[in-house]
């Protein structure tokens, strides 16, 4: 089992961190909160950043505490922690470069 979650840790937080960044732009917009000035931005774009930049720190401290061996067991969490982050960073960066509350 333990093998199995280091090679779906990466993803598995891609689709935490999706769902939630998604839930929280939706709450964002049916607040108001884009209309919320803050000294780094509107509320809703700083409360969407933080959250996808906490996810990716979490997925490179995945792939700092993975083992480095040479078995090729020990390659697979690797590649699927790689997979969750670049998923995360693609998928959820439009999030903050385009503003959709209309």
Known sequence: MGWLFRVLAG???????????YALHGIGCARGWPAIATPLGNLHLVAMALLWLTGLALHVLILLRLPQGTARAEHLPRLGAGIGLVATLLTLSPVILISTCG
């Not at 993803?11 to 960044?21: D, G, N, R």
Request: proline share 9%.
């Open 11 to 21: 993803p598995m937080l891609w689709a935490i961190l999706f769902a939630a960044v």
